[in-house]
């Protein structure tokens, strides 16, 4: 399959800008490989907000040590958008990734710096990456 990569443009880039955040402070702009995305979700809290998870695209990979077992959390990219519009972006987005939709750039770009998106609806753009771990264990 052909890779696909996804820009996220969330702020400016600058000094503080890092390529790793547990709560997205500063991680200002990231790709991801389309063919990483492993689930979507929405959920509103007055606005809508739609989550795209993407597998192997952190800085360190989940693996197993000792008897446990380490877990790093998905990276993933919480689109915000218009409240009630949850659905159309969902199916905006999978059609984008899939191809099905007429792109006119190569690589699609979710710029809210420059407020241009390749679907409507979105408003706002956060990236995390994580670097924190969570150990899985048995109760024996």
Known sequence: MKTKMLVFHAGAVDSNSVANADDGVNLDLAAFDANNITALAAENNGSGLVYIYF?????????PVGSATELLEQAFVRL???SGKEADVVKDFLALVSGNQV???????????NGSYPIPNITAVQIRRHVT???VGSDS
């Open 55 to 63: 597998a192997n695209s952190n800085k360190f990979e989940g693996g």
């Open 80 to 82: 915000t958008c218009t």
């Open 103 to 113: 792109h006119t750039s190569p690589v699609p770009v979710f710029d809210a710096v």
């Open 133 to 135: 771990t969570a150990t």
